[in-house]
């Protein structure tokens, strides 16, 4: 079976019940968490047939989503779905999902294709990130550091095959239990930003971390970040957080990571 969980900030109420609706036409969900971390509350949740959690004092994202997690840690759910609120697919891809898990026991996080909503591709694999690569990502404009970026994101490989990837997009990330059991859950030092590369990572390190290409979603991707001084400034705090705990610029491990699987694609 299936948990998921949902954190909401300011998200109104058609859009997190969109999302909902479409989650309960799977039959493989369990339980379905809202955890809001917005400073009012949504009315009329008991309708929903959800568990509504209210945050009004925000403890950030990870820590939000980790409420939820433990549930499904000891409840000895199977699986558990990170989705973001801006998020629309087809509800079948889930079952295709699972048993494709099923399958394949050494994976522990797994996300699909990504769109946008006009039908481009989000390239949202990506190597572990260098303090560089961030940088340049934000800072400069990006017709100069194309080749970098693209490499980066892993775009030669074309986003058609499986891939092994240490660094997938938080958005949606359909996650092992038992081996969150083994890895943990978020970083709770991280407030927001770079907690999927946190535990995306971690994962990794023992387990298989997989783009599924033969499902997909939209992604309404936001970029709030880049829209607000506030949000820039939250990224790149925690982003030094980040690179406290890992490493700036001599992580060997990301290298030797990075590395791999690169050579493991051109196979």
Known sequence: ??????????????EITSLIQTLKKSDIISEIFVMDNSPEKLDNTESLG??????????GYGTAHNIALKKSIEQNIKYHLVINPDIEFNPDILKIIS???????KIGHLMPKVYYPDGKIQY????LPTPTDLFIRRFVPASWTK??????????????Q????????GCFMFLRVEVLKEVGIFDERFFMYPEDIDLTRRIHEKYRTVFYPDVSIIHHHAKNSYKSAKMM?????NLIKYFNKWGWFFDLDRRKINRKTIQNLIK
Not at 147 to 160: P, V
């Open 50 to 59: 959800i568990t509504y959690i209210y945050l009004p004092h925000n403890p």
């Open 1 to 14: 079976m299936l948990n998921v969980s949902i954190v909401r900030y300011k998200n109104t109420l058609s």
């Open 147 to 160: 080749k970098r970026t693209d490499r980066f994101e892993l775009r030669a490989f074309g986003y058609d």
């Open 124 to 127: 949202l694999c990506k190597l």
């Open 162 to 169: 499986l891939m092994d990837v240490p660094y997938l997009s």
């Open 233 to 237: 400034w939250i990224h790149i705090v």
């Open 99 to 105: 048993c494709f898990m099923d399958k394949n026991a």
